[in-house]
């Protein structure tokens, strides 16, 4: 059984940086993708950021140029380093990793403000 963990959030101020980082256990092959979604309150959830196997990236238009995404050198593992970050950027943070069937951690939570 495969399963997601993300780790990082917290409370910053305005314009600050964080690094989200996300494993996924339980699988000996490597995910074909892996990803952040959000969810802010009272919004519905949102895709941020995926990366494939061979370091391809996709980013939602509200984070490029801000978030880059990233492959660790342990297998499964992925990061998002947020920086100037906005109070719109508060949400609970989600990881996705992705073998044909998509897996989901609980999230993180993310807040920004002064």
């Known amino acids: 059984q495969v399963q997601v963990v993300e780790s990082g959030g917290g409370l910053v101020q305005p314009g600050g940086s964080l690094t989200l980082s996300c494993a996924a256990s339980g699988s000996i092959f490597n995910m074909y993708l892996m990803g952040w979604y959000r969810q802010a309150p009272g919004k519905q959830r949102e895709f941020v950021a995926t990366i494939t196997a061979n370091g391809g990236t996709t980013y939602a238009d509200s984070v490029k140029g801000r978030f880059t995404i990233s492959r660790g050198n342990a297998k499964n593992t992925v990061y998002l380093q947020m920086n100037s970050l906005q109070p719109e950027d508060t949400a609970v943070y989600y990881c996705?990793?992705?073998?044909?069937?998509?897996?989901w951690g609980e999230g993180t939570q993310v807040t920004v403000q002064s």
């Open positions: 996705i990793a992705d073998r044909g069937t998509t897996y």
